[in-house]
């Protein structure tokens, strides 16, 4: 079973930074990670996607332009840096993988994910 490990978020405040990891437990597992927003029993929104084969992403409307996903090269942690902050940013964002060929809702879904992380808290204060 993969497991996904979070880390980083915290809080930030206005116009700042933050910088979230996720790792799988088991490296080329995977086919795409991505970051959500999401409120338990809800399939959330998706903030960044990573094709974790051709490193294709895609991003939520909300965060077009000041996040950046990134994966590394073992392919077994994905990135996402947080820049120009904004309280409507404040949320837990959870760590999703998709580890089995299979239903497809597309990348924006969260129904396409498997395996989730166990959320970390993101603060944004001004």
């Known amino acids: 079973q993969v497991r996904l490990e979070e880390s980083g978020g915290g809080s930030g405040q206005v116009g700042g930074s933050l910088r979230l990891s996720c790792t799988t437990s088991?490296?080329?597992?995977?086919?795409?990670m991505g970051w959500f927003r999401r409120t338990p029993g809800e399939e959330g929104d998706v903030v960044a996607s990573?094709?974790?084969?051709?490193?294709?992403?895609v991003y939520g409307d909300s965060v077009q332009g000041r996040f950046s996903s990134s994966l590394n090269s073992d392919k077994d942690t994905v990135y996402l840096e947080m820049t120009n902050l904004k309280p409507e940013d404040t949320d837990t964002y959870y760590c999703?993988?998709?580890?089995?060929?299979?239903?497809?809702?597309?990348?924006?879904?969260?129904?396409?994910?498997?395996?989730w992380g166990q959320g970390t808290q993101v603060t944004v204060s001004s």
């Open positions: 088991v490296p080329g597992s995977t086919f795409n």
């Open positions: 990573i094709d974790t084969r051709n490193a294709h992403t």
């Open positions: 999703a993988a998709r580890v089995e060929i299979g239903r497809w809702y597309g990348s924006r879904d969260g129904r396409s994910y498997q395996a």
